[in-house]
């Protein structure tokens, strides 16, 4: 009976998770606005629950980031993406998701710059 009950508590973990689909994956340029020379590509491999997101966010061309674990949402239209790396510095990706493309803006308040961002993210439903 013990069994019995463990085995459909863990049922019931389970069934409460998440369901995170499968991968999407996105590409784009990204730009700052107080330096124009200062300027790179980015890519996200993504899942999605619902209106949340996560996965991993990859900038090439940043002296400050290269990429690291991301959380956000997608509500009306809306897509918000923050990435974390090197301790405290936190960028932040907002913007305007029409069902493939994006663009809108993003902020790393520890370096005080903010910038740019559009590309292709294809799959996420909105």
Known sequence: ?????????????????????E?????GTWQSVKAEAVRGKWTAILTQSK???QGTLTLEGSNVFTGGPVQGTLADGQIVLGVLQEGSKVATF?????????????SCPAVADEGVWEGDLPGVTK
């Open 23 to 27: 991968e999407i994956v996105g590409s």
């Open 51 to 53: 209106d949340a997101l």
């Open 94 to 106: 907002t913007g305007k998701y029409d069902g493939r493309r994006i663009a809108g803006e993003w």
């Open 1 to 21: 009976m013990r069994r019995m009950i463990a085995l459909v508590g863990l049922v019931g973990i389970v069934a409460s998770a998440p369901a995170w689909a």
